[in-house]
T-cell receptor, first 110, second 112 residues
Framework: GQNIDQPTEMTATEGAIVQINCTYQ??????LFWYQQHAGEAPTFLSY????GLEEKGRFSSFLSRSKGYSYLLLKELQMKDSASYLC???????????FGQGTTLQVKP | DGGITQSPKYLFRKEGQNVTLSCEQN?????MYWYRQDPGQGLRLIYY???????QKGDIAEGYSVSREKKESFPLTVTSAQKNPTAFYLC???????????FGSGTRLTVV
């Protein structure tokens, strides 16, 4: 079957670092996305990993291990505006369909 | 600027009525998708279309219908057969294959 798991909620302090984990099981895996979603708004693209390793983009980095079916999103120097839901999504097969996890709601506190 | 537009942003309907949500894109994307999001949950796929005049059911298609008569448009009809239609509906498009999605701003449907 297809399944994506990520923690439901996390809390972190402004200025700190937080790591949001995601494990996945999909048929015909072809890459993993991370999206940020503020309440009531559309998800916005953060990162895409298809090869093993770390992709760094400013304060955000994303890691993928295909052999372990595991990814994480790393947020550094947390800001209050980073309070949002973070969605992990894997591409299934060759259709381009994205299978989403339930999302991790991150609350950044002063 | 290219983008994907959903309308309306908020929609209220009485129970038992069909309602159609609009989704238009001018990105020249072949693939379009409809997702439903309930509070505190991730996105669940309702229908998707990879090419004009063709579409496939997603994981929760029951009570919904779509059409894809034009490349730019992928309207979703929520029928009276959908037992719990109140939700946030997101439309997305993609050039297909291994590329990610561009999302619309969403329509929040409330059935009273």
């Amino acid at each position: 079957g297809q399944n994506i798991d990520q923690p439901t909620e996390m809390t972190a302090t402004e200025g700190a670092i937080v790591q949001i984990n995601c494990t996945y099981q999909t048929s015909g895996f072809n890459g993993l996305f991370w999206y940020q979603q503020h309440a009531g708004e559309a998800p916005t693209f953060l990162s895409y990993n298809v090869l093993d390793g770390l992709e760094e983009k400013g304060r955000f980095s994303s890691f993928l291990s295909r052999s372990k079916g595991y990814s994480y999103l790393l947020l550094k120097e947390l800001q209050m505006k980073d309070s949002a839901s973070y969605l992990c999504a894997a591409i299934s097969g060759n259709t381009g369909k994205l299978i989403f996890g339930q999302g991790t709601t991150l609350q950044v506190k002063p | 600027d290219g983008g994907i537009t959903q309308s309306p942003k908020y929609l209220f309907r009485k129970e038992g009525q069909n309602v159609t949500l609009s989704c238009e894109q001018n990105l020249n994307h072949d693939a379009m998708y409809w997702y439903r999001q309930d509070p505190g949950q991730g996105l669940r796929l309702i229908y998707y279309s990879q090419i004009v005049n063709d579409f496939q059911k997603g994981d929760i298609a029951e009570g919904y219908s779509v059409s894809r008569e034009k490349k730019e448009s992928f309207p979703l009809t929520v029928t009276s057969a959908q037992k719990n239609p109140t939700a946030f509906y997101l439309c997305a498009s993609s050039i297909g294959g291994m590329n990610g999605y561009t999302f619309g701003s969403g329509t929040r449907l409330t059935v009273v």
